[in-house]
């Protein structure tokens, strides 16, 4: 691989191109883990490891993300067809009691209203179980993490993907959680650099002008440090619903970059940090960064 023999940067490039050191990629990644503890520094395979970069800290990764649902549903595209199933009748039970005599009519009235009563229970208790299992959110979880990339000396981003049963995600699964603008362009299917398992992964051959026109609208450029909130906040646009964002908000000027189709406009997932936010305030993103994380 091109990567094996290309040389370690070594002079700081962020504000210039965007791009990082690999010293700089664990500063950051430190700065990510201290303000966001659902992210950790992992090793990996031993006969993986990169000479450039700690032992102990060769990418990051956060597991069980949520990703409730497919991203075709925030491209307008869902088909929200559905069934009424859960729907339950009341069966009517009568009563065979013989009356003969009006105390023997009421005593029959009493056990047929019984047998009615226990007969809609039944089917109560019945339609109660079944309308809860359908109430049940059954939704996928990703691991992510990020590696840091020798060679486009930036980022790079992984995904396994885990179905309800918590059996691993299907190639074509995990491309349905993908802006369909991405799928199968971007994102690819590769051998994870630490891992040795087959991952989905964002080519990073965009990301450091992607990086490069974000810190361009800032009124002071960031520090490296801060590199992968930014980093996070623009993949974010192509997995909209893998729900990794609760963790963090960045806000800096995405309305000139939209505006001017450098950066694709996707809906922050519902639930989200961005979109309480987006909802709690209706005036456009400031420049600047500010950075806020949940510490639970």
Known sequence: AR????????ASAFVDRG?????????????????????????????????????????????????AERAAALEGSVDATGDDDD???VSKA???????????????????????????EDDTVAADAATAQTKILKTRTYDLSITYDKYWQTPRMWFYGYAEDSSPLTQPQVFEDIILDYARRTVTFELHPHLA?????????????????????MR????PDQALFLFLKFIQSVVPTINYDFTLDVL??????????????TPPPPGSSSSRRRSAAREPARHGVLITCCNA
């Open 3 to 10: 990567e094996a023999w290309w040389p370690v940067l070594k």
């Open 19 to 67: 791009v990082l050191t690999p010293q700089e990629f664990v500063e950051a990644g430190d700065e990510l883990v201290f303000k966001c503890p659902t992210w950790c520094w992992a090793s990996g395979e031993a006969s993986r490891r990169k000479a450039y970069l700690p032992e102990e800290k060769q990418f990051l990764v956060t597991t069980n993300v949520p990703c």
């Open 87 to 89: 729907e339950w009748v």
């Open 94 to 120: 009568t009563s065979t009691a013989a009356a003969t005599s009006e105390e023997a009519t009421a005593i029959g009235d009493i056990v047929a209203a019984d047998d009615d009563l226990a007969a809609l």
């Open 197 to 217: 398992t087959l991952h989905a992964s964002i080519h990073p051959c965009k990301h450091p002008a992607a990086m490069k026109r974000i810190i361009d609208q």
């Open 220 to 223: 002071a450029p960031p520090r």
């Open 252 to 265: 800096t000027d995405y309305a000139g970059l939209r505006r001017r189709g450098e950066i694709m406009a």
